[in-house]
Structure formats: C-alpha cells, structure tokens
Nanobody, 130 residues
C-alpha cells in the first residue's frame, strides 16, 4: 500500500511559478524502488493528461504536453518526495494536479498511459488567474 499526498497548489498570476510536492508513504521500506513517479493534470471537462515522470532509480525523466519546457520534475529519495516545478504559468495550466506511481519501469509512450499507474494522490488544485 502506497499513500501519495500532494501539496503546493494554489492561485498564481500568469507568468508565475509554483512547486508541487508529492510525499509517498508506505508500510514497506523500498516500495518506490524500481518505480516511476509521475504528475498528471486534469482540467474541467478534459481527460487526465501526463505532465512529467521520473524513474525512482536512476532519475531518468520524461515530459509531455503543454508544460514541457516550462516544468521540471525531481525527487528526494531520502524524503520519498517528488517535486514538480512549474514556471511561466498560463491560465490554461489551471487544473487539478495528481501524483501517481507506476510499480515498474515504463518505456516510450507507456509513461503517458494512466492505466500503467496503480496509486494516485487526491490531487491539488492549481489556478492561474490575474
């Protein structure tokens, strides 16, 4: 069992920045080993879409969608925490942002498929508005 708790969302003006955090807790040590941690987002009326992902071991990353080039995913292994730094935010970035875990390494477009992730956080709202 893995519990993912997101934080860091809020209201920001266009052009601003936010850093989201996702703290992973588990009854078992090393649960995240070999996994991929990712951020997805979902705006009202739209599908949940992949934003960024990172391999827990090795730190390989992947990005997709409108935030590519404006976001950076990172992790702190000691804290079991994943971060998403978002810059130059736009109103269209307004969405609920979710943290998710895949129990295995993924390749190519499999990173972007929601069904490959087995644990999800409750989401944190990001609103970009003046």
């Amino acid at each position: 069992q893995v519990q993912l708790i997101e934080s860091g969302g809020g209201v920001v003006q266009p052009g601003g920045s936010l850093r989201l955090s996702c703290a992973a807790s588990s009854a078992s040590q090393g649960t995240l080993s070999g996994s991929i941690m990712a951020w997805f987002r979902q705006a009202p009326g739209l599908e949940r879409e992949f934003v960024a992902g990172i391999q827990w071991n090795g730190g390989a990353t992947d990005y997709n969608g409108p935030l590519k080039g404006r976001s950076t995913i990172s992790r702190d292994n000691a804290k079991n925490t994943v971060y998403l730094q978002m810059n130059s935010l736009k109103p269209e970035d307004t969405a609920v942002y979710y943290c998710a875990r895949s129990p295995r390494v993924l390749y190519g477009s499999h990173w972007y498929t929601r069904d490959n992730y087995d644990y999800w956080g409750q989401g944190t709202q990001v609103t970009v508005s003046s």
